[in-house]
T-cell receptor, first 113, second 108 residues
Framework: DTAVSQTPKYLVTQMGNDKSIKCEQN?????MYWYKQDSKKFLKIMFS???????INETVPNRFSPKSPDKAHLNLHINSLELGDSAVYFC????????????FGPGTRLTVT | RKEVEQDPGPFNVPEGATVAFNCTYS??????FFWYRQDCRKEPKLLMS???SGNEDGRFTAQLNRASQYISLLIRDSKLSDSATYLC?????????FGPGTRLSVLP
């Protein structure tokens, strides 16, 4: 059983398009996250979300928007894709609070051409 | 100063060697500390949490020095399978902050 799953695994698209990446966790966790890992391998948080609060990293462009239909899902929607958006995007989840480990999905490798 | 800094690496060591990774963090209010490992083209996975008193898990030992805002990871008797990037992670209350990682290659 996959604890945190993401689809698609690979996504190749052209500049200007709008795309979504889906994430699901079956761990019963309260908090989910989106991270971006760029070509230099630096992992940066984009959003964290539970049923009470969305915390946005202020450096994330508003072209990126998280959407959570329910506690087990946190999708990432990206408008007007740019070349610089090319990266690996990881979804993660954890129990609420900062003392608990995060479980990561396998990542979505986005390439914008 | 970056929030979490690590040895730049890469570290290339022979099998059986002992290797130590260092990490410093800037937020003195940080409460939770972790080491994750990330294999090439894979997701990060928890290696171990780091407790104030220090903790050990087999060949791995983690230490925390709150006064110096410093975390370490010691790997004894390195195996080929230990080759990966090791990420220091700190949580100051709102979000997890990942260090840039230190790459380890264990050579036969």
């Amino acid at each position: 059983d996959t604890a945190v799953s993401q689809t698609p695994k690979y996504l190749v698209t052209q500049m200007g398009n709008d795309k979504s990446i889906k994430c699901e966790q079956n761990l019963g966790h309260d908090t989910m996250y989106w991270y971006k890992q760029d070509s230099k391998k630096f992992l940066k948080i984009m959003f964290s979300y539970n049923n009470k609060e969305l915390i946005i990293n202020e450096t994330v462009p508003n072209r990126f928007s998280p959407k959570s239909p329910d506690k087990a899902h946190l999708n990432l929607h990206i408008n007007s894709l740019e070349l610089g958006d090319s990266a690996v995007y990881f979804c993660a989840s954890s129990q609420e609070g900062g003392s608990y480990e995060q479980y990561f999905g396998p990542g979505t490798r986005l390439t914008v051409t | 100063r970056k929030e979490v800094e690590q040895d730049p690496g890469p570290f290339n060591v022979p099998e059986g060697a002992t290797v130590a990774f260092n990490c410093t963090y800037s937020n003195s209010a940080s409460q939770s500390f972790f080491w994750y490992r990330q294999d090439c083209r894979k997701e990060p996975k928890l290696l171990m949490s780091v407790y104030s008193s220090g903790n050990e898990d087999g060949r791995f030992t983690a230490q925390l020095n709150r006064a110096s805002q410093y975390i370490s990871l010691l790997i004894r008797d390195s195996k080929l399978s230990d080759s990966a990037t090791y990420l220091c992670v700190v949580n100051g209350g709102q979000n997890f902050v990942f260090g840039p990682g230190t790459r380890l290659s264990v050579l036969p």
